[in-house]
């Protein structure tokens, strides 16, 4: 069965542009959760999403935001990149909101 | 505010020989979940262990084992006959509805 996927792997962006990354979940998992994860540290909670509704809301500033679709796949938009959003972004899918979530390879921003 | 602290940086074990990591976390809540992650060298977070807050009795994944003291707010994993592979950042987390909170790391490197 495929685990987490995530594109792309890797992307370089300038200040104050915008990034769009993707998450497809565990066939059958229905929540998809976001995080980030800055160099020498733990992952982040930013968002998770159940069912298509947004479930929880870490402390993460408007320009990041988030959508589920149909498919329960997902996305994350970050507006107006500053170079501190450079980091590992991990996507996590989970049965429901209260399970077990298990974690895709990431997408590695660069900010210049 | 859920805070999950994890007090070694960095440690150290002789191939064969067992390793305990420490974690603590802070919480009012009664009911919650707690997880131990590994996150090899580039590569993606893998799911060690799973211990619901409910249960008393332990959680063990063949070589892995956690000593949960749910008064105390403490959540070790003890590996036992580590192996080269065992050598990865281990993440303890908490996660209580749809928010997840990780602890700082602790790398461990097993050597030969």
């Known amino acids: 069965d495929a685990g987490v996927t995530q594109s792309p792997t890797h992307l370089i962006k300038t200040r104050g542009q915008q990034v769009t990354l993707r998450c497809s979940p565990i066939s059958g998992h229905k929540s998809v959760s976001w995080y980030q994860q800055v160099l020498g540290q733990g992952p982040q909670f930013i968002f998770q999403?159940?069912?298509?509704?947004?479930?929880g809301r870490g402390n993460f500033p408007d320009r990041f935001s988030a959508r589920q679709f149909p498919n329960y796949s997902s996305e994350l938009n970050v507006n107006a990149l500053l170079l501190g959003d450079s980091a590992l972004y991990l996507c996590?899918?989970?049965?429901?909101?209260?399970?077990?979530?298990?974690f895709g390879p990431g997408t590695r921003l660069l900010v210049l | 505010a859920q805070t999950v602290t994890q007090s070694q940086p960095e440690m150290s074990v002789q191939e064969a020989e067992t390793v305990t990591l420490s974690c603590t976390y802070d919480t009012s809540e009664n009911n919650y979940y707690l997880f131990w992650y590994k996150q090899p060298p580039s590569r993606q977070m893998i799911l060690v262990i799973r211990q619901e807050a409910y249960k008393q009795q332990n959680a063990t994944e063949n070589r892995f084992s956690v000593n949960f003291q749910k008064a105390a707010k403490s959540f070790s994993l003890k590996i036992s006959d580590s192996q080269l592979g065992d050598t990865a950042m281990y993440f303890c987390a908490f996660m209580k509805q749809a928010d997840m909170r990780f602890g700082a790391g602790t790398r461990l490197t097993v050597k030969p």
């Open positions: 996590a899918s989970s049965l429901a909101w209260e399970e077990t979530q298990y």
């Open positions: 999403y159940y069912e298509k509704e947004e479930r």
